[in-house]
T-cell receptor, first 111, second 113 residues
Framework: EDQVTQSPEALRLQEGESSSLNCSYT??????LFWYRQDPGKGPEFLFT???AGEEKEKERLKATLTKKESFLHITAPKPEDSATYLC????????????FGKGTLLTVNP | DGGITQSPKYLFRKEGQNVTLSCEQN?????MYWYRQDPGQGLRLIYY???????QKGDIAEGYSVSREKKESFPLTVTSAQKNPTAFYLC????????????FGDGTRLSIL
């Protein structure tokens, strides 16, 4: 059974204080690892897809990286508008259509 | 603008009542999904549909039903058999390719009166 564990559960940063969120996974044949951002009362917004170890993707202050066991979402010089819950999900070779989600990391960036 | 529209945003259910949540997409996606999100838990798959007139149960299908009569629409009915329906319900769609992301609507929050 695929498993995804995100840490920490919550992270509080000062504006400009860089940090990383972790997503550890156990799957049978990774087809893709997805990062989403979710604001309160809204649906998840797609950020990145990573397919193989060593791959990196960047968007503004966010950079996602992937190893064979985990993914990191690095946030450089965050701003208060980066505050949200960040979700990680994996798509394995065991099921064509099922995403397995982690519980998310709630990020709060104080001005 | 292409996207996924869920309605209503808030819904209240009385005891013994069935309620239906609407999900419409104009992304021309073949696959559609319903998830349930509870506080402190990851999203859990209720039902999914790969093509019109076909759908499969997810991990927590008991007490729910769906239909897929049109490519654009995938309504979810929460039946009276679902004893703990209070949750945030999310609809998603994708091309159906396992390498492509699912895109989500903005959810319906269901509560019991």
């Amino acid at each position: 059974e695929d498993q995804v564990t995100q840490s920490p559960e919550a992270l509080r940063l000062q504006e400009g204080e860089s940090s990383s969120l972790n997503c550890s996974y156990t799957v049978s044949g990774l087809r893709g690892l997805f990062w989403y951002r979710q604001d309160p009362g809204k649906g998840p917004e797609f950020l990145f897809t990573l397919y193989s170890a060593g791959e990196e993707k960047e968007k503004e202050r966010l950079k996602a990286t992937l190893t064979k066991k985990e993914s990191f979402l690095h946030i450089t010089a965050p701003k208060p508008e980066d505050s949200a819950t960040y979700l990680c999900a994996v798509h394995s070779g065991g099921s064509n259509y099922k995403l397995t989600f982690g519980k998310g990391t709630l990020l709060t960036v104080n001005p | 603008d292409g996207g996924i529209t869920q309605s209503p945003k808030y819904l209240f259910r009385k005891e013994g009542q069935n309620v239906t949540l609407s999900c419409e997409q104009n992304l021309n996606h073949d696959a559609m999904y319903w998830y349930r999100q509870d506080p402190g838990q990851g999203l859990r798959l209720i039902y999914y549909s790969q093509i019109v007139n076909d759908f499969q149960k997810g991990d927590i299908a008991e007490g729910y039903s769906v239909s897929r009569e049109k490519k654009e629409s995938f309504p979810l009915t929460v039946t009276s058999a679902q004893k703990n329906p209070t949750a945030f319900y999310l609809c998603a769609s994708s091309t159906g390719d396992a390498n492509q992301p699912q895109h989500f609507g903005d959810g319906t929050r269901l509560s019991i009166l």
